[in-house]
């Protein structure tokens, strides 16, 4: 195996770990708006359909909707 | 009443005529708050004849507000020429004089009571002995920090869904580069068909690739530096200094030496607070120049900003004294035998009238507690510590109505503990792998990353959940840093089992129950007080120790009227419980 097919592996590894850890604090929210909005942008994110501006300006109207 | 004595008064070194009221004078002694040396006063003098005109001569010069030195010598057949008063006068408080007899009224103010001492105390701050080069950067310690917020579920969701955008996004890069690798080496002619135009092209097209890929590569690592950055808390850094030195060179600026027994004044570290706000780019929003504090001493917002508060606080903390006993400030636990060890007098008359008890001195409920910081959340989260709890109840008791054991009693010390880093965090949890993984991506292409290491190094650290601490703290270092056991080092219950058991009406004895005895005549000659002024404790003949209240002595008549408590348990039917809040 190249040094490039162990990356991809450990990648898909790293992937994996950062959605069960996403889900896994997502899925304490108590505010449901924000969690299934946040899920909704999960998947999003996955099938490649979310840009980091998008989700920068979902985080901050999140952060503020949780401050009320 | 003896006829043999002999008094003498000097002003400024200047022998003159004694008071016209020298044979009715009176010194009272007062250990004031427990305290090992007395405050000494004595009854206003009436200056005469030539010390009349000396003094007034002084006043016409202006001198009010300069203490005058002064001394009060007497002598007999036992002793020559000893000094019973050595201090100055104070034409500012309490001057009077009568130009038609003419006679003027002084008072008197004894060196190094403990009045004139912590009026010194009390005039001098921090800051003003910095200034004059008394503290300086050299005194301080550096300790690093971190700011960092206690756990927030959003925060946290948003950070884990950003961190698992970039990871996406650069998985998706690299096997993107990868499958063009394959394309790219499928397209390279066999030898069968083709020419080497297109075997040329194939392979110039998979290296335009491969170096656009590459630089997609280091503009995503650039993203995850950047990301590091705005997630990771960056490495601070804040001056401390020792307690001891807290003490010691105010100590030395007045012309004192210092000693303690305490030893914990060389690891207990003070920490100002902090005002300080970091430079930030406007636009960006990313630091551009950290703040911390910049000196170790108190800050003009800080409980202790003047010399006399600090040596409070840290008397509070030590449960301690502080005289100064022939030229060195002496700052020790109230229980160090220094204090018995050094006492000289003894008292002839074994007998003790005994006249009460220090009942009033016992409290039902006592509580020691550092301050707490709403400015900085891990003060309220790691609380364990903070404060200590002591009940003193009945042992046995027939009832609950019986119980007459009262009062609460809190000793409070403004400093609040500091916190230690000791692991990562979820989030630094979340983004070390990944950070891992960036490193490996980087060096691949022959960079430099270390990202998940810079993770690792902060434990230790200590930790504020914001920059901008409102309260001072205390923290014990070794080594210049927070070991891992440094709350056992500082708690209030180890400050309670270390400083306050003396105190106890159980622990060790009921070493705290004491016998009152008031108002017992005795002989006392200059020597005897003289010996007593140094030291409050005295033992009688039979050997026990007793500590003096208050004494009103009379040289002329060799007598004294003093106050007294003598250590003898005088219950045994009590016990401690104690709550240590978490």
Known sequence: ????????????????????????????????????????????????????NELTKKAEKWQLNSDK | MRKDINFQFTINGVQLNAPRNWQELEFLATYDNDSIQPNISTNELILVNEAYNYIMQLFNSGK?????????????????????????????????????????????????????????????????LANNGVYSDADY?????????????????????????????????????????????????????????????????????LAYYALILVLI?????????????????????????????VANYLGYGFETGITDLDNYYYIPSNANYDDVDNITGAFKRLKGTSEGIPSIRDNGYDCLSMFNNLKNLFNAKFQVIEGVLQFRNEDDPYWENTSVF????????????????????????????????WTIDNYEGTSFQIHTKLKNKTDQTTDLIKGFEEVSIPFALGNRKNELNALENALKGLFKTIDSVANLFGGRSNLANKLTGKIGFLKVSTNNWANQKIVYLLNNKLPTNHRDKISMRYIYNTYYQNSSFVLNNFRGQEYKITGEEIPMNLKDFDNILLNGYFKDVNGDTLKAKQIVYKPYNNKATIDYNWKQPYTTNLIESYYEPQ
């Open chain 2, 64 to 128: 009010v507000f300069e203490g005058i030195p002064v001394k009060l010598s007497y002598s007999n057949s036992d002793v020559n020429n000893l000094t019973a008063f050595e201090g100055y006068i104070d034409l500012s408080d309490g001057f009077s004089f009568d130009v038609s007899k003419p006679e003027a009224s002084v008072k008197i103010v004894k060196d190094n009571g403990l009045n004139s001492l912590n009026d010194r105390l009390s005039a001098l701050d921090y800051k003003y």
């Open chain 2, 141 to 209: 310690t550096s300790l690093n920090y971190v700011v960092e917020k206690p756990f927030n579920f959003i925060e946290l969701a948003v950070s884990s869904l950003t961190i698992y955008l970039l990871s996406k996004t650069i998985y998706d890069e690299v096997k993107d580069i990868q499958d063009k690798i394959a394309t790219g080496t499928s397209l390279v002619p066999t030898g069968i068909g083709g020419g080497v135009a297109s075997t040329i092209y194939a392979i110039l097209t998979i290296a335009i690739r």
């Open chain 1, 1 to 52: 195996m190249s040094h490039n097919d162990e990356l991809v592996k450990e990648l898909e590894r790293q992937l994996k770990d950062a959605e069960t850890r996403f889900k896994e604090y997502a899925l304490k929210l108590d505010n449901k708006m924000i969690k299934t909005d946040m899920l909704d942008s999960f998947e999003r994110i996955k099938n490649g359909e979310m840009s980091i």
């Open chain 2, 346 to 377: 003894v008292k002839k008359n074994p007998l003790k009238r005994a006249e009460g008890i220090n009942s009033d001195e016992l409290v039902s409920n006592k509580l020691l507690s550092y301050a707490t910081d709403l400015t900085d959340d």
């Open chain 2, 221 to 249: 690592i650039k993203l995850a530096r950047e990301l590091f950055d705005y997630l990771v808390p960056p490495k601070r850094e804040t001056k401390t200094i020792k307690t001891r030195l807290l003490l010691e060179k």
